[in-house]
């Protein structure tokens, strides 16, 4: 078994400052989850992941599980598409207790890799023009 180095594997988000200042960046949400990605300008430092589940989303023992399975689905694929100096945190919705892990995975992939957009400009946004 070979075992391989990673350039950037996932640092953590712990305190509640960290987590404050990750609100000013971008929001992207999806099914599962929302990602609030911030930009650091740090291009030399590994990307910093966290997690929330509030309470409005079940009981302890469910908010557990959720964070245990966002927590897996970032070490086991999502931290290779993260960024160098970019902070993520992941605000987890009810419907991914029930998700395949799989395409609970592919879904974190795809929100994480996404294309980035000024704070206040999302996609379906127009410049006032109609197609």
């Known amino acids: 078994m070979s075992t391989q180095k990673y350039d950037h594997i996932a640092g953590r988000l712990k305190s509640r400052p960290e987590f404050l200042r990750v609100r000013e960046g971008e929001r992207r949400r999806g099914r599962y989850f929302i990602v609030e990605v911030l930009d650091r300008e740090a291009t030399e430092e590994a990307p910093r992941a966290g997690f929330t589940v509030t309470k409005k989303q079940g009981n302890a023992v469910e908010r557990n599980r959720m964070r245990r399975r966002l927590k897996e689905a970032v070490r086991h694929a999502a ?8 902070d993520y945190v992941i605000v987890a919705h009810r419907d991914m207790l029930n998700a395949p892990f799989e ?3 592919n879904a974190l992939v795809t929100r994480i890799a996404s294309r980035h ?3 206040g400009r999302t996609p379906g946004k127009s410049d006032g023009k109609k197609p």
């Open 79 to 86: 931290q290779f598409a993260m960024l160098p100096g970019h």
């Open 117 to 119: 957009y000024p704070k």
């Open 103 to 105: 395409e609970l995975t």
